[in-house]
């Protein structure tokens, strides 16, 4: 036996059987004297996403000017992700303003679908400012993306089954 276990479940049909090779495992392990932890949680983010996402924010970073103000990369993803939970403006402590306060949370916490919303705003924003997207930012060259889920699936490498 193993001392570890990795399990991914996707498939509703193979998820008793999964699961119960799971049990099997964690079974033996128990009667050997070990102790086992299991943990379950959604898969999050592929760090292709990711890699999209942050050519996403460098397109947006070096193109738009919003309200006078040229943001940094982690501003507009700031600014993005602030538009899936929203955000809350409170007065500033000598008040004299305003400040945003985000509700959102950090992009290596999201689901694989959360983060194709991330990189659609991006697109949709993008488009409405005039962005040219590099074609990573979309995508293309360095990536293929699976049409119907946005996902990123393989990097030009493994497509054409170069090492990277």
């Known amino acids: 036996m193993t001392d570890r276990f990795t399990l991914t479940v996707n498939n509703p ?7 119960k090779r799971l049990d099997q495992w964690a079974k033996a392990e128990t009667m050997a004297g070990n102790t086992v932890t299991i943990t379950g949680r959604r898969e999050t983010r592929s760090a292709k996403q990711n890699a999209m996402m942050w050519s996403c924010l460098t397109d947006l970073s070096n193109q738009v000017t919003w309200f006078g103000k040229k943001l940094t990369k982690e501003g507009w993803k700031d600014f993005i992700t602030g538009h899936l ?3 809350d403006l409170v007065p500033n402590m000598d008040g004299t303003g305003f ?3 985000q509700r959102g949370r950090s992009t290596s916490t999201m689901t694989i679908r959360e983060m194709v919303a991330v990189i659609d705003l991006c697109h949709a924003f993008g488009a409405d400012q005039g962005v040219s997207w590099s074609p990573t930012s979309l995508g293309r060259e360095a990536f293929a993306v699976d049409p119907a889920t946005g996902e990123v699936v393989e990097t030009r490498a493994e497509r054409e089954g170069v090492a990277a």
């Open 13 to 19: 049909i193979r998820a008793a059987a999964d699961i």
């Open 85 to 87: 939970d929203g955000q």
């Open 99 to 101: 400040i945003s306060i």
